[in-house]
């Protein structure tokens, strides 16, 4: 089999399973692969090939050359986290091969994952968060409400585009979203976010299809979410950490800093397992740690502490 044949047959195994931008993730990196390759037979590729494709990602001088929004490349090489992508997909393919039996033994198995840099975690930071709501405000009722759905929410950019009339519950402060494969999940509507979309849906153009949030050709897609976002951060002068998914970023950390537990915000995330949740945001901040220590209450009251004082010598 041709590398072509391997990643189009690894695709149509994911399709009806996962969702639609998942295939696209796939699909980016996987052909990135192939065209490093060339459309050898699978059998052939060897764990040094897979290395030295790798090298050449870590060398790439630009970034974004083929991103869905159609932005332009930028220079500077690939991050870390997109590199990693960009092998755990190379090795996700060759995992496959093998338990399709399409290969003697998975090539990949020994092709190291980059490390993950152990920084500051994701998120549109609460100053960047407040200046884009109040640019938003000013641009539109429909800017506005989709700022304010995301943060309310933590939803994915998918589950923001794909929103239906129907999955607005106001009364209730409620909705639901479908991502990830078509699994369909409640979010919380904040108040904020009921008076956004009250207003936009005021003004909203009358049209056929039933997506709550339009653009000039019908249905918002995700280019045009996330151009919308871009135009709400330039006028807000914010330079970095603003797109669809470090919105979702901030409320995720924002429900565990308030103390919530690990196993509802997983469950509020969205996520599959508990430890996808643990591995993206098992540690806080500082400032947002000591927040959530400064709110957990002593075993005895402040009139106890005197009797745990040091008597002056």
């Not at 338990?99 to 994952?113: G, Y």
């Not at 989709?146 to 929410?153: A, H, K, R």
């Not at 207003?199 to 909203?204: E, G, I, K, P, S």
Request: aromatic share 8%; glycine share 8%.
């Amino acid at each position: 089999m041709q590398m072509t044949q391997s990643v189009e047959a690894f695709l149509l195994s994911l399709n009806g399973v996962a969702s639609k931008a998942t295939l696209v993730w796939y699909r980016r990196r996987l052909n990135c692969l192939v065209a490093f390759l060339g459309d050898v037979d699978v059998q052939a590729v060897t764990i040094q090939d897979l290395r030295r494709w790798r090298v050449g990602l870590c060398e790439r001088t630009t970034r974004y050359a083929d991103h869905p929004s159609g932005r332009s490349a930028l220079q500077g090489g690939l991050s870390k986290h997109t590199l990693h992508g960009y092998v755990r997909a190379a090795k996700r393919l060759f995992a496959w091969l093998e338990e399709e039996n399409l290969i003697a033994q998975n090539t990949a198995r020994r092709l190291e994952l980059p490390k993950l840099p152990k920084g500051k975690p994701k998120g549109i930071e609460h100053t960047d968060l407040a200046a884009m709501l109040e640019t938003a405000a000013k641009m539109g009722e429909r800017e506005l409400a989709l700022c304010w759905f995301f943060y309310s929410t933590g939803a994915r950019a998918a589950g923001v585009v794909g929103l239906k009339l129907s999955d607005l519950h106001l009364e209730s402060g409620r909705a639901h979203v479908t991502e990830k494969g078509n699994k369909t999940r409640v979010v919380q509507l904040i108040p904020k976010a009921v008076e956004a979309l009250r207003a936009y849906l005021q003004v909203r153009p009358d049209s056929e299809d039933d997506h709550v949030f339009l653009g000039i050709r019908g249905p918002l897609k995700y280019s045009g979410l996330y151009q919308i976002l871009e135009r709400i951060a330039q006028a807000a002068g914010v330079k970095s950490g603003w797109n669809p998914h470090n919105w979702r970023h901030r409320r995720i950390r924002d429900w565990q800093a308030a103390g919530v537990s690990l196993g509802l915000v997983s469950q509020a995330a969205g996520h599959s397992q508990e430890s996808v949740t643990a591995d993206i945001y098992g540690r806080l901040p500082d400032d947002e740690l000591m927040n959530v220590l400064d709110q957990v209450p002593l075993p005895f009251s402040p009139e106890d502490m005197v009797a745990f004082s040091i008597a002056p010598s």
